[in-house]
Structures are given as structure tokens and as C-alpha cells.
């Protein structure tokens, strides 16, 4: 099925950018929510700056170490509850506002740092014998200190690595280059693998069923371990709007408490803050006043066993006192860099004077799962049954997610099938699973082990072989049953016990999606696997969209229409196919989708320039905003939505629940209009069903690439006219001498509410030769009638402008006699 074309002009105007900028050889022009950037470089200007920058390496090397330096010194003469209690307030503060990751500036994410990285620091430095709390001075520099690591980290050091590396070593290949580039800005600036309100949700999927191996280790099953960090989540996340209310229940209960006494004449010697203690033990308040005043003023957000009842044999596996961790300060390259495995991430917790505590839920949870996997593997017989159930519920849970996506959706999980090798004996071979959907084929190919710990500064080799096993073994896979399904007219498929359970065709399917899912999140990288080729990962031939369990939980919880998801997937495909689409997440994809449709067309309008780069900032905005209202409100349903008219909408609503084979072909027919084909045609047609008495208004047509005729019947109309209605489509496919047209039939209640949809597809093969004359009749007092109305409104047609026909061709290669 051919797709109309996108709205776009004919001739391409020239768009000025909203705003533009210029220095020495690069210029960036914003339009929009994207940025495009260009280099104007002479080769001889480049190799020189390349040359001053690989010059600066050593010395950007030296200020990061003194600076690391300064900043352990610091943290090894600090209480270090004072410092993370500061910075844990001043974060919160700082956020309070935000509800999207666009809205985030340097300041913002310096204030994250403030926790992780000097929590890190922490870990691994040794306290002095005498620490003091962080006074003003002290917190002030030590705040700089950490500000100026990550502003020459990024990008200075970066860069001038990369021009080191290319100026020391023999070969570079500089896609391999950009992209240990970007797993480095990564590694030491990204966090937050989920959406808040996925983390419990997310854990609690892989946890409950490791009950009795969580048990073995800490002596409570995987649920009630969830429920102990759900403790930990709510009290870092919702803690500071409750120490806020705590504190304002007590102020008021302890005034009112001081007034009746006042009146009664209790008590009315003394300080008023002396009189008001008094009050405060007098009238049993006292409790609540150090509740109040430790949540708010102390610790008791973050000390865990206050919080929590978790066992002591896990805090202190999961907990670093000051100085304990030995890695991350030892010698050697980077030392105490944020290039290096984080102290944080291996133990979230920290461990002062017999108390724990958690001050970053963010790390918490992004981590837990594979930390708490390395304990329980300790305990020798856990190790294998732990393995086996990872497996076992994370090839279950993608068919899960998309079950919600695509309801009532046929699946086929674990299944095998016979393949030829080379001439070989044929070999029996597994596919995680297979979901039909309508006309689309998902073929399914789950990975549940571990995106490499290591860093990409000192093991990039570790990152390469991750992609190799999560994205091409996947792509391997699936393109063995793509050839297995294309090899005959139909194939048989088994389950595990040699039973067929199906057989499928692959010319029943308009689209096939080849999916790798994985447990571990990786989107940065995954969101662009059209170009891992370039960096030696060979993912072969068939496009594969790899994506990770977290990702699938988004979808689940944005669409709630089924066919508008298969489109989409049809506009990710797309984005396979193009070198120029270059997105920084998964979640990128979806935002591009909703608010421009055919995201991979305009993206690439806007990169005239061959050599551009353009950015997309600020698409998934509205996705973290709908997140942002989760939080307040769990049972929040999602708005989001291409914009498109009401009644279009509900002709989608009513295809995905009609269960009619090709309905999913029709609404990506549908979804492929235009912004003013949308409006134009069921906007029309719903003022005319509106205006509409006892007379049927006439059908709307559409015309040039945009092949659609939408016919609106009511009860109040009389009979249907659906033979009328096919020939009149037939006439129209004459006139403009068009191969195919839909035809869609909305059939509308006595009150104009739209409660059914039919449509086909029509072709020059059913037309036959004996109606042929007379539709061509019928084709020309079509045209006839066109011309006259436009002839009648006094309007006067352009010779460039498009023909009232409806031919889609300008007036002056059309009727432009006629009408003379």
C-alpha cells in the first residue's frame, strides 16, 4: 500500500531559523525544539586546532587530579552526614520546579553531583580523626571543587583526549572514537535508567518470583524486600512534602496547645520558647515534635532503620563507611575520577557510626538489581536457580507489556523451528517468541544478561563485547527465522516438545519487526543501532529495533490505541534506514513521533547541510511531565496523542476494536495524513453530519497522492448507499487516473455520534469493462461540477494553483481550457 504524501509544500521555501549563532567556524541555527550544527572548518584549521587540543591533555590531566586532590582533603575533614544532608536539601530545593528533563541546566545536575560524586568520594577516602561539620566556607569550596572537575571533564577533557589518542596511536577509526566519546559522557553525567514511578514496579517484576533466593541470602523473599525499598523510595521522594506538613501539624497543634494555656493561666512564667517546651511535654507532643523536627531537620528521611526493617546482612552488604571502598582513590590512571566505576554503584548506602543511610534513591534503584544478583550468587546453590528464573521471567515479561499494547494480540513464546545450514543436516533452532497483531509480525529475541559494569575509559573492549551479545546475537537470531519464515510459502511452527502449535505466511504480514528486548538499560546506544555497524558490531541485513523492558513499560503506559503504536513502529523502522537520524534515547523517538508524525522526514528536511548534526531537544517533555503527574496522582491516565481531530480519533478508537482484518493498514493510512488533510477532510465531514437533517450530505474526496473518500451515513438518512458510494469512488479513481482509493464509511447515530467504521480498498481491477463508459460519464460531470462551483463562487484560479478538478495537477496542465 503506497502512503499519501506528508504535508509539505511543492516547491521547498527557505525557513529562517528562530535563532542562530556564529563562532569562528561553527554556526548552529535553532528551529524549533532542533538544533542544527555545522562545522566550516579549512583541513588545515582543523588539524591545527586538533594539534593545540592533543598540546592541552596533560595539562587538563593535571588540573582534574588537583582538584580531586582538594576535594578529598575536604571530605576527609568533614562529617560527611553534614555534607550529604546539605546537599541532599539543596537538590530537593532545586527541583522543585521541575518536571522535565529539558528543564534541567548545569546548576541542576551540579547539585546531583553534590550527592553521588561526594558520596563516592565518601566511600573511598579515609576520615581524618577530628572531622567537623561543613560550615559555610568549607561546603562553598568544596562545591566549586566539584563544579570545576565536571565542567573540565565536560568536554574538555574529552576532546583533548580524543585528539591525544589520534595524535599517539598508529590507527583510528572515528566511529569507534565518537562513540566511546559518548558512552563516557554517559558514564559520568547519566542517571536514572526508569521513570520514578517504575523503579518499585520494575524491581517488583524481577524480585517476587526470586523469592526463595533472595531468602536464602538475607531471609525475606523478593516481595517483602520490594516493600522495604518502596520505604526508601516514598521517604526520599515524597519525605520532604510530609517533613513540611509534619512540621506545620506540629507548629499549629503546639501553638494552640500554648494559647489554651495562656487563657487558663497555666504555666506563664518564662522564655516563650521555655513556656512552649513545657506546653509541648504537658500536652503529649513531645513525640510528634521529634518526629517532625527529625524528618526535618535531622536525619530521619534517610537513616534505613527508621525507615526501614530491612535485615542488617543486607545494609551492610549494600553499605560503605567513610574510607572502606578501596578502588576507586587507588594508584593508577584516573584516580577518583568519575571515568572510574563509581563507589556508589557497587553499595548505595552509607554506613556512619552503626547507622545507615540512603541519600540518592536515583542510584539506588539503577543499580540494585545487578548488585544484589553478584550477593546472592555468594550463596552457592542460589546461583543456577537465580539464573534460570532471571531467564524464565524476562522472556515473559516483554510479551507482557506488549499484551497491554496490543491487546488481544496472538503470541507464541519459546517456539522452534527446522532450518538447513549450508547444506548441512537440518538443525533445529529457538526464537524467544512471535506476536501477531492484524498484519504485523513481531519476532522476539529477549536478552537477561548484563550490559558490561565496567567503565569505557579503561574497558572499552568490555562495552563492545556487551553490544555484541545483547544487539547482534539478537539480530542473528532473528534474521535466521526471517529466512526461515521466507524460505517457503508456509512454515510450520513447533513448541519446545516437537508439537506444531502454528503456521504462518509471510506474505500475510505488510510489516515485520525484528525486536532485541533487554533487561538492562541501554537506550542511549540502543536508540541508534543503524550505525553500531560502523564501530564493528555486525547486526546484519534486516532492520533490528532494540530496546529495553524499561521502555516497553513507557509504551504500555502511553498508547492507548493499538494501531497508533504498529504506526509508530512503522516511523521507527524508518528511522533504522537513516544515517541521519541520530537520537540520545528511545524515549526520543516516541516524543519526535507525537508531535511530527513522519519525525524521520522532517528531521532530515532540516539537515540540508550533508555535513550537519542536528539535535532534538525538548520532545519528550511532555512524556516526562505525564510521569512528573504519576507521582501526585498513580492512577493519572495518559493525554497524550498526535494532535488530530475528535472525530478522527474516534474512527481509529473504533478500527482498533473492531478486530476486522486490514484495520491496521487503514488507520496507518489514516495516521499518514497531513496536518491539513487531517483537518480538512473530518473536520468537514463532521460540520456537514452536524448540519445534516434529513438530507445524507455528499462524500468528501481528497485528491493528488492523498487517495481517500470518506462517506458519513445516519439512520436519519434512509437506507445505505454503499453501492453509490463505490461507484462514485470508482468515478473519482477515473477522473484523476489513480491506480487505488479507500473508501471509509462512518456510519453516525440520530444524535450525530459516530459508532461504526467500514472501509476497502478499491483498485482499477474492479472496475470492470461494461461500467467503464458510464463511470467515465459520471467521472466528467464530476469534473464538470467542480469547475462550475468554483466557477460560481467567484473565485479566480491561478494558472500554478492546484486544479478544482481534484486532479492534484496545477490549473494550466489540467482544465484550463475547459474552464476558458
Not at 499518514?672 to 445534516?692: K, P, S
Not at 466557477?791 to 496545477?810: D, F, I, L
Request: glycine residues 6%; proline residues 5%; hydrophobic residues 40%.
Amino acid at each position: 500500500m503506497k502512503k499519501p504524501k506528508r504535508l509539505r509544500n511543492t516547491r521547498k521555501k527557505k525557513v529562517a531559523p528562530d535563532e542562530f549563532f556564529e563562532h569562528g567556524p561553527i554556526s548552529m541555527a535553532r528551529f524549533g525544539n532542533l538544533t542544527v550544527g555545522q562545522s566550516h572548518w579549512k583541513p588545515d584549521e582543523f588539524k591545527e586546532y586538533h594539534k593545540r587540543l592533543a598540546e592541552a591533555y596533560p595539562k587538563i590531566v593535571s588540573e582534574i587530579e588537583e582538584l580531586i586532590e582538594e576535594a578529598t582533603v575536604l571530605v576527609s575533614a568533614t562529617k560527611p552526614l553534614s555534607l550529604l544532608h546539605r546537599a541532599w536539601w539543596q537538590r530537593a530545593a532545586a527541583y522543585v520546579e521541575i518536571n522535565s528533563e529539558v528543564e534541567v541546566e548545569a546548576e541542576h545536575a551540579h547539585t546531583q553531583r553534590m550527592i553521588d560524586y561526594v558520596q563516592s568520594l565518601i566511600a573511598a577516602t579515609p576520615p581524618a580523626e577530628n572531622q567537623e561539620d561543613a560550615d559555610e566556607e568549607t561546603w562553598q569550596r568544596l562545591s566549586r571543587v566539584v563544579s570545576t572537575i565536571f565542567e573540565k571533564l565536560n568536554p574538555w577533557f574529552f576532546i583533548s583526549e580524543s585528539a591525544h589518542r589520534k595524535a599517539t596511536l598508529p590507527e583510528i577509526n572515528e566511529a569507534i572514537e565518537e562513540f566511546r566519546f559518548r558512552a563516557q559522557i554517559i558514564w559520568c553525567n547519566v542517571s536514572g535508567a526508569e521513570y520514578q514511578v517504575h523503579s518499585i514496579p520494575a524491581l517488583r517484576e524481577l524480585l517476587v518470583p526470586q523469592g526463595e533466593n533472595i531468602k536464602k541470602a538475607y531471609g525475606l523473599d523478593g516481595n517483602q524486600l520490594c516493600d522495604e525499598l518502596a520505604k526508601i523510595w516514598h521517604s526520599l521522594t515524597m519525605g520532604i512534602g510530609e517533613a513540611f506538613e509534619a512540621m506545620e501539624e506540629f507548629r499549629r497543634e503546639s501553638l494552640n496547645a500554648l494559647e489554651a494555656d495562656i487563657q487558663a493561666g497555666i504555666d506563664s512564667e518564662g522564655a516563650f520558647t521555655e513556656r512552649l517546651g513545657r506546653t509541648v511535654v504537658r500536652h503529649g507532643l513531645a513525640e510528634k515534635r521529634d518526629a517532625a523536627f527529625g524528618k526535618f531537620l535531622g536525619l530521619d528521611l534517610f537513616d534505613l532503620k527508621k525507615i526501614t526493617n530491612l535485615p542488617i546482612e543486607l545494609l551492610n552488604d549494600f553499605a560503605w563507611s567513610p574510607g572502606q571502598e578501596t578502588d576507586f582513590l587507588s594508584p593508577g590512571d584516573f584516580k577518583g575520577w568519575p571515568l572510574r566505576i563509581w563507589p556508589t554503584f557497587k553499595r548505595p548506602f552509607l554506613k556512619v557510626a552503626k547507622r545507615y543511610y540512603c541519600f540518592d534513591q536515583t542510584v539506588l534503584f539503577d543499580h540494585f538489581f545487578r548488585q544484589l544478583e553478584k550477593r546472592v550468587y555468594k550463596v552457592d546453590e542460589a546461583t543456577k536457580a537465580w539464573i534460570a528464573t532471571r531467564k524464565d521471567v524476562t522472556e515473559r515479561l516483554p510479551f507482557e507489556h506488549l499484551a497491554r499494547i496490543l491487546p488481544k494480540a496472538t503470541q507464541f513464546q519459546e517456539i522452534y523451528y527446522p532450518l538447513p545450514e549450508d547444506g548441512k543436516k537440518t538443525k533445529t533452532y529457538e526464537t524467544d517468541g512471535i506476536i501477531i497483531y492484524d498484519d504485523h509480525l513481531f519476532v522476539i529475541e529477549v536478552k537477561s544478561g548484563a550490559f558490561t559494569y565496567t567503565d569505557p575509559t579503561t574497558d572499552f573492549k568490555a562495552h563492545l563485547k556487551s553490544l555484541e551479545a545483547l544487539l547482534a546475537d539478537p539480530a542473528k537470531q532473528g534474521s535466521r527465522f526471517l529466512k526461515y519464515l521466507r524460505g517457503s510459502e508456509e512454515v510450520p511452527i513447533f513448541d519446545k516438545h516437537g508439537k506444531e502449535v502454528v503456521r504462518i505466511r509471510n506474505e500475510d504480514y505488510r510489516q515485520v519487526t525484528l525486536c532485541a528486548i533487554t533487561l538492562d538499560q541501554f537506550t542511549e546506544i540502543a536508540a541508534q543501532t543503524q550505525r553500531v555497524s560502523e564501530i564493528g558490531v555486525a547486526l546484519g541485513t534486516e532492520p533490528l529495533w532494540a530496546l529495553s523492558l524499561g521502555d516497553l513499560r513507557v509504551y504500555a503506559d502511553i498508547f492507548s490505541n493499538p494501531l497508533e503504536f504498529l504506526h509508530f513502529i512503522e516511523q521507527r523502522k524508518e528511522a533504522f534506514a537513516s544515517s541521519k537520524v541520530q537520537l540520545d534515547d528511545e524515549i526520543d523517538h516516541l516524543g519526535l513521533y507525537l508531535k511530527h508524525n513522519h519525525y524521520v522526514t522532517h528531521l532530515e528536511d532540516a539537515m540540508r547541510a550533508p555535513k550537519a548534526r542536528i539535535h532534538a531537544l525538548g520532545y519528550r517533555q511532555k512524556i516526562d511531565e505525564f510521569y512528573s503527574e504519576r507521582l501526585r496522582d498513580p492512577s493519572a491516565l495518559s493525554p497524550l496523542r498526535q494532535e488530530m481531530p475528535p472525530l478522527m480519533a474516534k474512527v481509529l478508537d473504533l478500527l482498533a476494536l473492531s478486530g476486522k482484518p486490514g484495520r491496521s493498514a487503514i488507520a496507518a493510512y489514516i495516521l499518514d495524513l497531513g496536518g491539513y488533510w487531517r483537518t480538512d477532510i473530518f473536520n468537514h465531514v463532521q460540520r456537514e453530519v452536524e448540519r445534516a437533517s434529513d438530507s445524507r450530505p455528499g462524500p468528501c474526496s481528497s485528491h493528488g497522492d492523498v487517495r481517500l473518500t470518506v462517506a458519513p451515513w445516519s439512520d436519519r438518512w434512509g437506507a445505505p448507499l454503499s453501492k453509490e458510494m463505490l461507484e462514485h469512488v470508482k468515478a473519482v479513481m477515473l477522473l484523476h487516473g489513480e491506480i487505488d482509493r479507500h473508501l471509509l464509511e462512518l456510519t453516525f447515530d440520530a444524535e450525530g455520534e459516530l459508532y461504526a467504521v467500514e472501509w476497502r480498498l478499491v483498485r482499477q481491477s474492479d472496475i470492470s469493462l461494461l461500467e467503464r463508459p458510464r463511470l467515465a460519464q459520471m467521472a466528467e460531470l464530476l469534473r464538470e461540477r467542480r469547475l462550475s462551483r468554483r466557477t460560481a463562487s467567484g473565485a479566480r484560479v491561478g494558472r500554478n494553483e492546484q486544479c478544482p478538478c481534484g486532479s492534484g495537477k496545477k490549473f494550466k496542465k489540467c482544465c484550463i481550457e475547459r474552464a476558458a
